[in-house]
């Protein structure tokens, strides 16, 4: 069983480069899918979510070349195998991206139910809403996602309204949209900046959507994609969590390569909470050399506060002055953190999607299990800025979504470590 050793208190300093966009990427790879030729997709974050989605292009039979650490090569021109393999599609949530490419490819698709963090329900209806609404059949049964359009290869498109802002059903609906034969409409569609870097990815290859980060998208379908070359934006989440890091250790870090546009949500909560946070191009420089405040906090979509960013600000709020509250707006249950960093000391009470948290002189070190991506992030966090030793396992989850966290943390002064003892990861569903 591997594990992360963090000795808390110590202040950081120094640089962080942030690495491309987990939420983008495993949108992305899989939109090769509806390219004739090859895609260079480059800072793409070395994590093990990406290592999924490439592995199960693989199986489906596309060529996979890694260029280097951060660059990527897709060509799925000659793809064959349609059927999309049950064990490594149940891992990850952004599998079920595989239906609405495959679907605008192929017009036929069957992909197993996709896995994922464990945050509540996680229905797809609105992902299958689209697709019906655009001219396919869908059914859900044994485990499996079939999708088809009846009686040709192409989807006509249409009009979807969907009855909540889901950044999956929309990056899903614009993947089926981009090959259809008419014109696809989205409305109510989510705004994060993932859906514009997916649009921006289509129509660098030739896809023609426009209205992406508003919340009406419309897509014209277009006969092919050619191949080309693309940069993945920078993970607004993680530069968020390093941010978080810094407000709950104290010290003084510069955050490169972020789109300081995309951290406005992250970046007011910092400041009321009397965190220094200036803007440059394309870096952020934290300082926090006194004590913070208290703050209230609502999750939203985009451009509200993130849902990905909620376990990491209660462990900065969790040693700040006062008593803050915390609204989650998107998930059903993401506070199962909680237990965990009461173990820390953390005085948190949950009703609901409201947490109230009185935040303590000092967290102290404890053992504790990270129970999915972000909650395992907000972990090391709370074990910076504690006392004595934490120990937290179950960083699979943390890997998924995380390039070399702990390299990253180290070269600032944090004192964490990898240590593997006798025993085993109880790796199960992830995603
Ligand atoms: C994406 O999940 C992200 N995952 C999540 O990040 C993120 O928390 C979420 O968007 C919200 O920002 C990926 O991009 C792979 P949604 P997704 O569809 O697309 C309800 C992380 O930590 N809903 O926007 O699955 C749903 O239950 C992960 O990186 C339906 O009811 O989220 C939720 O309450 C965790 N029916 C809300 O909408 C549907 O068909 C938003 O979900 C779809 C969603």
Same mark, same amino acid.
């Given at each position: 069983m591997t594990k992360y050793v963090i000795k808390g208190g110590n202040p950081l300093h120094g640089t962080i480069h942030i690495s491309g966009a987990k939420n983008a990427a495993v949108a992305i $790879?899989?939109?090769?899918?509806?390219?004739d030729g090859v895609c260079r997709i480059e800072n793409v974050p070395q994590i093990?979510?990406?290592?999924? $989605?490439?592995? *199960?292009?693989? %199986?489906?039979g596309a060529d996979v070349r890694i260029v280097n650490r951060s660059t990527v090569e897709v060509d799925c021109s000659h793809i064959r195998n349609r059927q999309v393999p049950y064990e490594l599609a149940r891992k990850i949530r952004a599998s079920y991206y595989l239906v609405g490419a495959l679907l605008s490819r192929f017009g036929w698709a069957e992909v197993p139910l996709p896995g994922g963090c464990d945050l509540g329900g996680r229905p797809i209806d609105q992902h299958i809403k689209g697709f019906v609404a655009m001219g396919a059949e869908v059914d859900v049964r044994n485990g499996l996602i079939y999708a088809r359009v009846p009686d040709r290869c192409r989807l006509p498109g249409g009009q979807v309204y969907l009855d909540m802002v889901s950044v999956g059903a929309t990056m899903n609906i614009m993947l089926a949209a981009a090959l259809a034969q008419g014109m696809t409409v989205i409305e109510n569609a989510a705004k994060e900046p993932h859906i514009v870097d997916l649009a921006n990815f289509l129509n660098s290859m030739g896809a023609d959507i426009r209205g992406a980060g508003t919340d009406v998208i419309k897509i014209h379908g277009v006969e092919r994609l050619r191949g080309g070359s693309y940069s993945i934006i920078p993970d607004q989440i993680e530069a968020g969590t390093y941010m978080a890091a810094v407000a709950a250790a104290g010290g003084e870090v510069l955050i490169q390569n972020v789109i300081p546009k995309h951290l406005d949500c992250i970046t007011a909560k910092l400041v009321e909470m009397g965190v220094d946070v200036?803007?440059?191009?394309?870096?952020?420089?934290?300082?926090? @050399?006194?004590? !913070?405040?208290?703050?209230?906090?609502? @999750?939203? /979509?985009?451009?509200?506060?993130? @849902?990905?960013?909620?376990?990491?600000?209660?462990?900065a709020l969790c040693v700040a002055?006062?008593?803050?509250?915390?609204t989650e707006g998107v998930w059903d249950n993401r506070y199962r953190y909680v237990d965990e960093f009461r173990? !820390?000391?953390?005085?948190?009470?949950?009703?609901?999607?409201?947490?109230? *948290?009185?935040?303590?002189e000092h967290l102290t070190?404890? /053992?504790?299990?990270?129970?999915?991506?972000?909650?395992?992030?907000?972990? $090391?966090?709370?074990?910076?800025?504690?006392?004595? @030793?934490? %120990? $937290?396992d179950g960083i699979y989850h943390i890997e998924r979504g995380y390039e070399t966290i702990v390299d990253k943390l180290a070269a600032v002064g944090a004192d964490i470590r990898v240590v593997t003892v006798p025993g085993e990861d109880m790796q199960s569903q992830v995603g």
């Open positions: $790879i899989p939109a090769a899918l509806l390219v093990s979510d990406v290592t999924l $989605i490439l592995q *199960i292009l693989r %199986e489906l200036e803007e440059q191009d394309d870096a952020l420089l934290l300082r926090r @050399t006194s004590a !913070m405040g208290r703050v209230n906090v609502k @999750t939203m /979509p985009y451009p509200g506060f993130p @849902t990905d960013m909620q376990p990491q600000i209660a462990a002055r006062g008593t803050s509250v915390l173990r !820390m000391g953390a005085k948190i009470q949950v009703d609901g999607k409201v947490a109230v *948290i009185e935040g303590v070190g404890a /053992p504790i299990h990270a129970c999915d991506l972000r909650a395992g992030a907000a972990m $090391i966090i709370a074990g910076l800025a504690a006392q004595g @030793t934490t %120990e $937290i």
